[in-house]
């Protein structure tokens, strides 16, 4: 019983969170800040990776990559994590902010999964001698990139035809099952790219190399959120817009 009216509790501050007001309150500070703060960071780590760090003993200089392509990577699995988040959210609640969110994600996280199958190719080719090679890793990544793309095409569709969301919110919750294949490819299946490298609790990079990498990281994470929150906030100002001509043809 205790736990029930605590549920009830909680309702209430979720649906207050998905206030487009407040959210628009949060957000107008919070984007130039999050822009800001991920530029510098991204500045001074790719300066510290380029300059401030040894070459690799076995690449050479072309592991220096490694501070764009890591972030990229991360972004474009988080990116649809977003998704698959929101999407729920929507399903659930029915919070429209909640699915406008989730199609704010879309573009930049396909545009970082666009980046990381990039910067892999020419992280591979001196380093593999091969452009492209169809392992797990870089198969799954390649296949979540179209499915950014089938989502942003179906959640167009789905508007054109002033449908509820649904559809889309269905899709960004099934296309989350690529996210385990993609982080487990390198241990499920002998794959020409390297395994993890970067983990919670150990890591196999040396620390005179690595160092850079967590402002780049950090930076780009800064940077995606800005973009996220920038999204949005035209999507409801365009949607505001369009309310306002309404009601004057109608007038």
């Known amino acids: 019983m205790r736990g029930l009216v605590l549920m009830t509790r909680s309702v209430p501050s979720i649906h207050a969170l998905a206030n487009p007001a407040r959210f628009l309150k949060l957000a107008r500070p919070l984007t130039p800040a999050l822009f800001w703060a991920g530029a510098l960071l991204i500045a001074f780590g790719s300066w510290a990776g380029l300059t401030q760090t040894p070459p690799d003993y076995l690449q050479g200089e072309t592991v220096r990559i490694l501070y764009i392509h890591v972030p990229t990577a991360w972004l474009g699995m988080a990116g649809w994590s977003g998704i698959a988040v929101s999407s729920l959210t929507y399903l659930i609640w029915r919070h429209p902010l909640a699915m406008l969110a989730a199609r704010a994600i879309a573009l930049p996280g396909a545009l970082f999964a666009g980046l990381c199958l990039a910067t892999g190719s020419i992280w591979g080719r001196p380093t593999w001698g091969t452009w492209w090679e169809w392992d797990g890793r870089l198969t799954s990544m390649l296949l979540l990139f179209f499915v950014y793309l089938g989502f942003m095409a179906l ?14 919110a269905l899709y960004g919750v099934a296309g989350s099952v690529l996210l385990p294949i993609i982080r487990y490819s390198v241990v499920w299946w002998n794959t020409l790219h390297q395994g993890q490298s970067i983990g919670l609790t150990k890591q196999t990079i040396d620390g005179s190399l690595i160092w850079p990498l967590w402002y780049t990281l950090s930076g780009f994470t800064l940077f995606f959120a800005a973009i996220v929150l ?3 906030r035209a999507a409801l100002a365009l949607t505001k817009a369009e309310a306002r001509m309404k009601r004057m043809a109608q007038a």
């Open 155 to 168: 959640a167009r569709a789905d508007a054109d035809r002033g449908g509820d969301g649904r559809i889309p």
């Open 230 to 232: 920038m999204r949005m």
